[in-house]
């Protein structure tokens, strides 16, 4: 390969990688755009051209990075799913199951109302999400976070039950459960209903462990 063909193949490159960033620039751009007007006007307001807008981009350039507004709500969902398996990932393995699961439950916890506004926009999202309209790239990594955390929280069930922590139920029963309750306060929150306070958390601790504890 001569010079001149080494020196157009890495100017080829540098093009294409200088592209590669412009697109992935936009793409935040579009998100945090999004994600600003579904939390200053609600998401069933906001529509593709407002966004398009805000991102000081053309509508057709929304649609070159997403499908749809469904497809913006899943990217945001994947997006809190990878805060949250990061904070995870922090509960001590080696530690007692009870100590794991009250770890689990407060990070939970501490993602949510560390910042309502945030996750305001992420439980609309979640509550207004279509499965079947997702590019197949986001539905692929919509569908392998939810697994994540699904075997994530049924694996500490499991073993709370096994070792006769928990009363011996269904472990879908119990983790449905949980979820209901935690979910059921959140949205008692971000009603106005009720401020997140240490006292509601400790009750909301205290109301799984009652119910779950042989």
Known sequence: MTDGHITLKRDNMAIADRKEREFKRREEDIIQAAFDL??????????????????????????????????????????????????????????????????????????????????????????????????????????KQSTMKTQFLRSLIKRAIEEQIFRDESVDNLMAAAVGLFQGVFDTVLAGEVRPTEELYLLLESMVFKGFMR
């Open 38 to 143: 579904f939390a200053e006007h609600g998401i069933d307001c906001v529509t593709i051209e407002m966004i398009a807008e805000k991102a000081e981009v053309g509508k057709g350039t929304i649609y070159k990075h997403f499908i749809s507004k469904n497809d913006i709500f899943a990217v945001l969902i994947i997006r809190q799913g990878h805060e949250l398996i990061e904070l995870l990932s922090s509960v001590p393995k080696d530690a007692p199951v009870l100590v794991q699961i009250k770890k689990t439950m407060r990070v939970f916890w501490d993602m949510q109302v560390k910042d309502i506004r945030k996750f305001a926009v992420y439980r609309k999202c979640d509550q207004l999400i279509l499965m079947d309209d997702m590019a197949p790239d986001v539905l692929i990594q919509f569908e």
